[in-house]
């Protein structure tokens, strides 16, 4: 049996395998998000077996109480693994994420005597009882949940969705599949699954090296890699310093100063819409590219990004050029911006100053 388990999901074995060995050697994620995702690779690799294990027996009516209890397992462990997934890839989730799931179990536990979900008969045959239909509800619930998640989380960059789509189709075909082949698709549900996880995990891979680690925007190297890329595109451009960081820095610490950039660069990102990209190239420095974006929004960006900014206890000085495509080099346009960004912090700085010197005084 173990010789025709490991024919049937060799291909399965190699794609965990390897999925476990690059989670061990990651620097990109969080420990905690790794650890969720090693219980993903021994959850899919236990439904290969147990799911093995019911399509062997199924055939030998002596077995009819066994084949019951694999059926309650893999009817249960499906959802478990898509709440799993969400878990792991969402942030803050909490615990109760599982509650449909363990809710699931407990009715396909009561199934194996009663046949309410399912029902094995005398001869080990297969027949749906009146909630036949739960587990696809449950598991299809989970994924609209699990997809609305990352397309929330995502900024909706063609890069980012590709793997979205890749583990969209892996959940679905488990919706559809069996309606059209049969029971005999849960064969290939756990290699096609464990398929689109590295899938996903090698492309998140990908965008990590492309984003800041602090503030989750851009990076410097990305920035580069971009403006070179149909620089004609390029019609604006914003350059951003945030004002007092090295003082947030000396007085209240650098967790303050990570807090404070983090603050600036969410408010930049929920400002942005389409076409429009933010990069951390420095310290406390920002850009913001803009393709095909025409003058009138651009400075609706800029009054966005204002507007956000002046909501929290931070401030920066803000830069930025704009040019009709083609008319103007990504140098040009940087130049230009950034000398309307100094200009504004020179004016940040000599109101401090004239502030604080009043203060003085009147004490």
Same mark, same amino acid.
């Given at each position: 049996?173990?010789?025709?388990?490991?024919?049937? %999901?060799? $291909?399965?074995?190699?794609?965990? $395998?390897?999925?476990?060995?690059?989670?061990?050697?990651?620097?990109?994620? !969080?420990?905690?998000?790794?650890?969720? =995702? @090693?219980?993903?690779?021994?959850?899919?690799?236990?439904?290969?077996?147990?799911?093995?294990?019911?399509?062997?027996?199924?055939?030998?009516?002596?077995?009819? =109480?066994?084949?019951?209890?694999?059926?309650?397992?893999?009817?249960?462990?499906?959802?478990?693994? &898509?709440? *799993?997934?969400?878990?792991?890839?969402?942030?803050? *989730?909490?615990?109760?994420?599982?509650?449909?799931?363990?809710?699931?179990?407990?009715?396909?536990?009561?199934?194996?005597?009663?046949?309410?979900?399912?029902?094995?008969?005398? !001869? %080990? $045959?297969?027949?749906?009882?009146?909630?036949? @239909?739960?587990?696809?509800?449950?598991?299809? +619930?989970?994924?609209?949940? +699990?997809?609305?998640?990352?397309?929330?989380?995502?900024?909706?960059?063609?890069?980012?969705?590709?793997?979205?789509?890749?583990?969209?189709?892996?959940?679905?075909?488990?919706? &559809?599949?069996?309606?059209?082949?049969?029971?005999?698709?849960?064969? &290939?549900?756990?290699?096609? #699954?464990?398929?689109?996880?590295?899938?996903?995990?090698?492309?998140?891979?990908?965008?990590?090296?492309?984003?800041?680690?602090?503030?989750?925007?851009? %990076?410097?190297?990305?920035?580069?890699?971009?403006?070179?890329?149909?620089?004609?595109?390029?019609?604006? +451009?914003?350059?951003?310093?945030?004002?007092? +960081?090295?003082?947030?820095?000396?007085?209240?610490?650098?967790?303050?100063?990570?807090?404070?950039?983090?603050? /600036?660069?969410?408010?930049? $990102?929920?400002?942005?819409?389409?076409?429009?990209?933010?990069?951390?190239?420095?310290?406390?420095?920002?850009?913001? /590219?803009?393709?095909?974006?025409?003058?009138?929004?651009? =400075? *609706?960006?800029?009054?966005?990004?204002?507007?956000?900014?002046?909501?929290?206890?931070? %401030?920066?000085? #803000?830069?930025?050029?704009?040019?009709?495509?083609?008319?103007?080099? &990504?140098?040009?346009?940087?130049?230009?911006? !950034?000398?309307? =960004?100094?200009?504004?912090? !020179?004016?940040?700085?000599?109101?401090?100053?004239?502030?604080?010197?009043?203060?003085?005084?009147?004490?």
């Amino acid at each position: 049996m173990l010789k025709e388990y490991i024919l049937q %999901n060799w $291909s399965l074995i190699m794609v965990l $395998s390897a999925f476990a060995v690059a989670l061990h050697i990651t620097v990109f994620l !969080d420990k905690k998000i790794i650890r969720r =995702m @090693y219980v993903l690779i021994v959850a899919i690799f236990l439904l290969s077996i147990a799911v093995f294990v019911e399509f062997e027996v199924a055939v030998t009516p002596q077995y009819r =109480m066994l084949r019951s209890i694999l059926m309650a397992i893999r009817y249960s462990a499906t959802p478990f693994i &898509i709440a *799993q997934l969400i878990y792991t890839l969402v942030k803050k *989730q909490a615990w109760y994420i599982f509650i449909p799931a363990i809710a699931l179990a407990v009715v396909d536990a009561v199934s194996i005597f009663t046949g309410i979900v399912f029902n094995i008969g005398a !001869d %080990n $045959s297969f027949s749906r009882g009146v909630l036949g @239909y739960l587990p696809f509800i449950v598991v299809g +619930l989970y994924c609209v949940l +699990l997809v609305y998640f990352l397309i929330k989380r995502s900024n909706k960059k063609w890069m980012e969705m590709i793997p979205i789509i890749f583990l969209s189709l892996a959940l679905l075909s488990q919706l &559809i599949f069996p309606f059209i082949y049969g029971s005999d698709y849960a064969k &290939i549900f756990c290699p096609t #699954l464990g398929t689109a996880l590295f899938i996903y995990y090698v492309f998140e891979i990908l965008q990590q090296t492309k984003k800041d680690s602090l503030t989750g925007l851009l %990076n410097r190297h990305a920035y580069h890699a971009d403006i070179c890329m149909n620089p004609d595109e390029i019609t604006a +451009l914003i350059s951003i310093d945030m004002n007092g +960081l090295k003082d947030i820095n000396d007085n209240q610490g650098h967790t303050a100063g990570d807090e404070a950039l983090l603050t /600036l660069a969410l408010c930049f $990102s929920r400002a942005l819409k389409s076409r429009q990209y933010a990069y951390r190239i420095g310290g406390d420095e920002f850009v913001i /590219l803009c393709r095909r974006t025409s003058q009138p929004e651009m =400075m *609706q960006l800029v009054e966005r990004i204002e507007k956000s900014v002046a909501d929290t206890d931070y %401030n920066c000085a #803000l830069g930025y050029s704009y040019a009709a495509v083609g008319k103007k080099s &990504i140098e040009d346009m940087l130049r230009e911006s !950034d000398a309307m =960004m100094y200009a504004a912090k !020179d004016r940040y700085y000599e109101q401090s100053g004239a502030n604080r010197r009043r203060h003085s005084q009147s004490e």
